[in-house]
């Protein structure tokens, strides 16, 4: 997974924006959102969505509570 380093790391305050591939042609790697498409599903669902992210020896445990969908165009770091 990647980060945008002019956003937050992993347990700072702020919005970090971290990106990564939902599939890749090599069997499990680069795969870290695969299962991202799923969330919405599972959260109108009333399923509880943790992510763990890590930085360094620290992992950072995230709930999602939302989601929305961005064009490409709308885009932003903020």
Excluded: K
């Amino acid at each position: 997974m990647g980060h945008i380093p002019i956003t937050p790391n992993p347990g700072a305050a702020g919005n970090g924006w971290f990106f990564g591939h939902l599939e890749s042609p090599i069997q499990n790697e680069g795969n870290v959102f695969a299962r991202l498409p799923q969330i919405p599903d599972l959260l109108r669902g009333g399923e509880d969505v943790y992510i763990i992210a890590e930085a360094g020896d620290q992992q950072y445990l995230y709930q999602v509570t939302e989601t929305d969908l961005l064009h490409e165009d709308d885009l932003r770091v903020y």
